[in-house]
């Protein structure tokens, strides 16, 4: 097969693909002075300035919002489609099953991996994503000792605004919700991330 000893379940997948990718190991597309701008939220590429000024961009956007909305309900029928739910179910299986193998072959080598580089753990790594949620960026330790720490030294600090428009203060928040500093514990701010999330978002 096309496996090694690093790496001992890579599947063969011809002449053309090495054991190991690199991301980081190739040459940059040439700069192609392109512009960008924003309109009305939509960014639009142009391929000069002459044709930013003359709004000629690459590609125009022929969508409005009737067609938004049927593509909308598309989607919407095709999440509530028994027989779609049912595929997509077998299908995580089938690609949850293929991980926890991949784990059972190469958890060794992927925690020596991890050892070998400096200065990372589990208490430092931050995660870079365009959709982050406090679960996903600190524990539930640091949270509750930021939590505390602003609300001991910034109780007075305006940070909500209620809905008779009222801006409440980050001590007013709590006593709405008859909480102290004192009451505040992990278990009362139930972020932790576990399997139990997919209906949580």
């Known amino acids: 097969n096309g496996g090694s000893h690093d790496y001992p379940y890579n599947l063969d997948y011809g002449s053309g693909y090495s054991d190991i990718y690199e991301p980081f190991n190739c040459t940059p ?8 701008k924003l309109h009305h939220g939509v960014a639009k ?16 956007l022929r969508s ?44 060794q080598n992927e925690t020596a991996a991890q ?12 995660k870079v994503d365009t959709h982050i949620h ?15 720490k602003k609300l001991k030294k910034y109780p007075h600090d305006k940070v909500y ?14 006593d709405t919700l008859n909480l102290n500093a004192y009451d505040l514990s992990t278990d009362s701010l ?7 999330t997919f209906l949580r978002f």
Request: proline share 3%; charged share 25%.
């Open 134 to 148: 406090c679960s996903s960026c600190f524990n539930q330790k640091h949270l509750l000792r930021f939590i505390k």
């Open 190 to 196: 139930d972020v932790h991330a576990d399997k139990n």
């Open 64 to 107: 409005n919002l009737k067609s938004y909305v049927k593509d909308y309900n598309v989607v919407l029928s095709l999440a509530a489609h028994g027989p779609v739910k049912t595929f997509c179910f077998k299908r995580l299986c089938y690609l949850e099953s293929k991980f926890n193998l991949h784990i059972l072959l190469n958890e």
């Open 115 to 126: 050892k070998a580089v400096p200065h990372r753990d589990f208490y430092n790594v931050r």
């Open 29 to 36: 597309p040439d700069d192609l002075n392109y512009t960008l």
């Open 161 to 174: 605004q209620a809905h008779d428009f009222h801006i409440m203060t980050l001590e007013e928040v709590f």
């Open 45 to 60: 590429v142009y391929k000069t300035e002459a044709h930013e000024l003359k709004n000629e961009p690459l590609y125009e």
